[in-house]
């Protein structure tokens, strides 16, 4: 595993809809170990390895993160916001923040005052950037309405193998899904493999439909972070007890295909990795939702990076579970045959055509 790839990813700004810088690194990054990539219009990058073969396996980690757009200047020279994906509004209160222009980075502040202090219900349009500018005019030379606006966080490592940044989600699912190719490689994997960093995840999903429809998959899964409950107030009892560190996570739930769980979930303990479960009963609010839904229906399984103080700028992970998901994945497409059947009514089709013939 590239730690070094990851920290680069981590730190490189990727709200949805300007996904591109970092997708040019991962182009980078995967050319020497892939066959060939594919992309199109939305900023889809999809590495990929063994496309002759009849077995199209479609792994999906959104590389999008949430984040802020500005929507007007004051007389003032102040930015006014709105957001781009599930933002915390309160937790940008103070926080230094970086402005994506056209010319280059622009720093700035998100200003704090007694109003916004007390505000309870407090929304992404009652928050302001200072740039220092002291007018309209001077704040335009440098911004415009329409810019992205990241928090100006960075990655540390924490003890027992924890890293804390901004924008782990998803950066841990993209890592994972370009990582899980490369070892998969160095295995001797024969499927194919097609590892898509996904755009728009955190705001229209628009990335999960164009990967699912251009690669047409035999099966796909999907990798994203979901909520630790190992920490005071957390909401174990709607989603279960799922610890950072703990290993993969793997939900339960409509869109999920079980004999492919299962399979997940012999093969972990195979490979000695401790496996936690979700319950998703319904929308899994992943790219998941959506490439279930394409071609004739993908069956697919859902595997989790537990993380803690989602959408915040110090989000909470474990390298050992981007590790063991990996591997997973990995030792998993290794031992993948072509002739995979995911229905769940295949034995019993399979007895009524002999009856009928």
Not at 120 to 138: H, N, Q, V, Y
Not at 298 to 310: G, V, W
């Amino acid at each position: 595993m590239n730690k070094d790839f990851l920290y680069e990813m981590i730190q490189t700004p990727s709200p949805s809809g300007a996904e591109f810088d970092l997708q040019k690194k991962i182009i980078h990054y995967m050319k020497e170990t892939v066959d060939t990539f594919e992309a199109d219009v939305t900023g889809n990058v999809i590495s990929v390895l063994n496309p002759d073969s009849p077995c199209k396996v479609l792994l999906a980690g959104h590389v999008d993160e949430i984040g802020l757009m500005v929507t007007m200047i004051t007389d003032a020279g102040l930015l006014k916001v709105t957001n781009v994906g599930g933002i915390r509004p309160a937790l940008y209160l103070g926080q230094k923040v970086q402005i994506l222009t056209s010319s280059g980075i622009v720093n700035g502040v998100v200003g704090v005052n007694r109003s916004l202090l007390k505000n309870k219900s407090l929304e992404a349009t009652d928050l302001f950037i200072d740039l220092g500018a002291s007018s309209k005019e001077e704040a335009l030379k440098v911004v415009k309405p329409g810019d992205y606006v990241v928090a100006a966080t960075d990655y540390c490592e924490l003890m027992n193998e924890c890293i804390s940044g901004r924008a782990l989600d998803n950066r841990l699912g993209a890592f994972i899904v370009i990582e899980a190719l490369r070892r998969a490689k160095e295995l001797g994997a024969r499927v194919g493999i097609y590892s898509a960093t996904t755009v728009g995840e955190e705001t229209t999903m628009r990335g999960a439909v164009w990967a699912a429809k251009r690669v047409k998959p035999t099966l796909a899964l999907v990798v994203d972070v979901t909520f630790a409950t190992d920490y005071p107030d957390a909401n174990a009892e709607a989603i279960g007890e799922i610890e950072v560190g703990g290993g993969p996570v793997l939900a339960n739930g409509s869109i999920i295909n079980n004999l492919l769980n299962e399979r997940l979930a012999t093969l972990a303990k195979e490979l000695n990795i401790p496996v936690q479960y979700e319950a998703a009963p319904g929308r899994t609010g992943t790219d998941g939702d959506r490439i279930h839904l394409e071609n004739d229906g993908i069956p697919l399984a859902l595997i989790s990076i537990p993380l803690r103080y989602m959408h915040s700028g110090s989000e909470v992970g474990s390298l050992k579970d981007v590790e063991q998901i990996i591997e997973l994945i990995a030792q998993f497409l290794v031992n993948l045959e072509d002739s995979i059947n995911l229905s769940p009514y295949q034995n019993v089709l399979s007895s009524f055509s002999k009856k009928t013939r």
